[in-house]
């Protein structure tokens, strides 16, 4: 059987935490992050990319609306995509939960899946998938993942960040 692929995609520019004052989860993009999901929307053209998943913020989710539109798809949440930062949960814990992330996209195949997370999340998912240490997660930044069947990584690739050459 072929493998599956995993765009993992680390939200672009938002707000600063410093000058927003709402809830974390709704900081939002501004016009660069903007400008960085709509070159995501132009690389993923043509990939047959049908399955959007996010982690339930809005500028995880907004990163992912102008791909998933053009595909005549929905974006999902996953709870399991949050940010990382901060959870008071042991490395196990951190791993389960990023083997359990890539048995979810690999279930949603056929067809690329492309998930949306944090830079904080993408390093711990990329250790799970073996990985070395330091990975680059720009904002805007994709990886691209091959997944067996089960969720196992065969090969990550990082593919830099869509209209910046």
Not at 124 to 147: I, N, S
């Amino acid at each position: 059987m072929a493998d599956r692929v995993l765009y993992m995609v680390r939200h672009g520019v938002a707000i600063g935490r410093d000058e927003w004052a709402g809830p974390e989860a709704e900081r939002p993009l501004v016009g660069r992050g903007w400008q960085q999901a709509v070159a995501l929307m132009d690389y993923l053209d043509g990939r047959g990319a049908q399955h959007f998943v996010s982690s339930p913020t809005v500028r995880c989710r907004d990163m992912l609306v102008p791909a998933a539109h053009r595909a005549g798809a929905t974006v999902r949440d996953e709870d399991l995509l949050g940010d990382c930062r901060g959870l008071a949960i042991g490395e196990a814990v951190l791993r389960t939960r990023m083997r359990r992330v890539l048995r979810i996209c690999a279930q949603l195949a056929p067809g690329p899946v492309v998930a949306c997370t944090h830079g904080e999340t993408i390093p711990l998912l990329l250790a799970e998938a073996g990985v070395a240490a330091r990975p680059p997660c720009p904002k805007g930044g994709v990886w691209e993942l091959r997944l067996d069947e089960v969720g196992d990584v065969t090969a990550a690739t990082y593919r830099g960040r869509p209209g910046e050459g």
